[in-house]
């Protein structure tokens, strides 16, 4: 577990890319868990927590709660409105970045995948306000669960809201595939495929 504020990014990317246990287990109350399973989001330290169903229910809809369940809904946002310039300007040199509300920090921070992991990008409030302005639906990304990711990567033009413990494991697999200076076809071949899944997953969210 992580034991600071801010430091809770890199021990999430940690849980997510370690090789897993196959008797993983609740990391509140002990209790075996699925491959596929709940993450708690711990508001203090941005740390993911491993859960049980039961126990991610105990803090469902307690807004001042430790912990915040991570849900699990993939949207697409096919018509978002970002212009090519305001994202050129966010500088960020891969070509992915996810945004999130973040309840410790009390602003919108933006990220994206690198070799040594989660790297925040500078993003002025007016910069984001004018985001929201022509997209509402950002308005109702759930703080710090949930994440605006955004793929610019070759010709790719994602724009999804997902759980964030998704955005970590992207980060987990641009950090871990990485090689040489651009990365290598590998890694980008992997995120191809990761986004491929995304969008298969995904309901557009005008149908959400």
């Given at each position: 577990m992580a034991s600071g504020p801010g430091s809770g990014s890199l021990a999430s990317l940690r849980r997510l890319t370690r090789p897993r246990d196959p008797e993983e287990r609740c990391e509140l109350c002990g209790a075996p868990?699925?491959?596929?399973?709940t993450h708690l989001f711990e508001v203090r330290t941005e740390a993911l927590t491993c859960a049980c169903r039961a126990c991610a229910l105990l803090f469902t809809g307690q807004a001042q709660a430790r912990y915040r369940p991570v849900p699990d809904r993939v949207l697409s946002l096919p018509d978002l409105v970002l212009a090519p310039e305001r994202w050129e300007?966010?500088?960020?040199?891969?070509?992915l970045a996810f945004f999130t509300r973040s309840t410790r920090l009390g602003r919108v921070v933006a990220r994206y995948p690198s070799p040594a992991g989660p790297t925040e990008s500078q993003l002025g409030l007016a910069t984001?306000?004018?985001?929201?302005?022509?997209?509402p639906v950002l308005r109702?990304?759930?703080?710090?669960?949930?994440?605006?990711?955004?793929?610019?990567?070759?010709?790719?033009s994602d724009n999804l809201v997902v759980p964030i413990d998704?955005?970590?494991a992207l980060v987990g697999l641009v950090r871990m595939g990485w090689r040489g200076i651009s990365g290598g076809p590998e890694v980008w071949g992997?995120?191809?495929t990761y986004f491929a899944d995304l969008r298969a997953r995904a309901r557009v969210a005008a149908d959400a």
């Open positions: 868990l699925p491959e596929e399973h300007a966010l500088d960020i040199p891969v070509g984001w306000a004018e985001l929201e302005a022509a997209n109702d990304l759930e703080p710090d669960v949930e994440a605006l990711l955004v793929n610019r990567v070759g010709t790719a998704r955005c970590y992997s995120v191809a």
